[in-house]
């Protein structure tokens, strides 16, 4: 299984702050990374495929880059909606999820 | 609108069995990789395995955490993805959910997770 960690686990921050979470992998895994988000009591929600392709109807302020092993989600500027826990997850081989960082307000 | 529709979960004893379905509509089934994936209450998500569709083979994988008691099938003609869930352990109770793991571009993997369904939870306890 390849292994994803997030850091960090919490991040505590304020509406307009621009928030960066990173994802690591053991091993490389190319491109193969999606990021989602989940609010309480919901489903989680594809924000980013492909490292850096924002799904359909996804706004904008949200952003994904990287390759190989290291990988970042970017909020530009945080809205009262994004307060919720966000997730990586490969699919270079089987799938992965990294443990998950919650966005709280400061 | 594309949806994806769970059912059969609820309480079982540890050792027994239970069966999930997953009911899909609004886009071409048999088109799509399904996954199932889990979340412990309080905690993390968790990949239990996934089913490639009838086209790449129709064979199903799954995690370590699972594999041997654990079966996916699917029925194209009804378009629904069954979990079939066996010797349960306490530490399978969680919310499962049902997920498309599809190719979103031409020269895509498959593997992004782009519809979910609502969940339903499994609780294992005596």
């Known amino acids: 299984d390849i292994q994803l960690t997030q850091s960090p686990s919490t991040l505590s921050a304020s509406v307009g702050d621009r928030v960066t979470i990173t994802c690591r992998a053991r091993q490389s895994i190319r491109i193969w990374l999606a990021w989602y988000q989940q609010r309480p009591g919901k489903a989680p929600k594809l924000l980013i495929y492909?490292?850096?392709t924002l799904e359909s109807g996804v706004p904008s302020r949200f952003s994904g880059s990287g390759s190989g092993t290291e990988f970042t989600l970017t909020i530009s500027s945080l809205q009262p909606d994004d307060f919720a826990t966000y997730y990586c997850q490969q699919y270079y081989s089987y799938r992965t999820f990294g443990q998950g960082t919650k966005v709280e307000i400061k | 609108e594309e949806q994806l529709v769970e059912s059969g979960g609820g309480l079982v004893k540890p050792g027994g069995s239970l069966r999930l379905s997953c009911a899909a509509s609004g886009f071409t089934f048999s088109d799509a990789w399904m996954s199932w994936v889990r979340q412990a209450p309080g905690k993390g998500l968790e990949w239990v395995g996934r089913?490639?569709?009838?086209?790449?083979?129709?064979?199903?994988d799954f995690a370590e955490p699972v594999k041997g008691r654990f079966t996916i099938s699917r029925d194209d003609s009804k378009n629904t993805v069954y979990l079939q869930m066996n010797s349960l352990k306490t530490e399978d109770t969680a919310v499962y959910y049902c997920t498309t793991d599809r190719a979103l571009c031409g020269d895509c993997y498959f593997g992004a997770f782009d519809i979910w369904g609502q969940g339903t939870m499994v609780t294992v306890s005596s």
């Open positions: 089913i490639k569709r009838k086209t790449d083979g129709g064979t199903a």
């Open positions: 492909k490292a850096s």
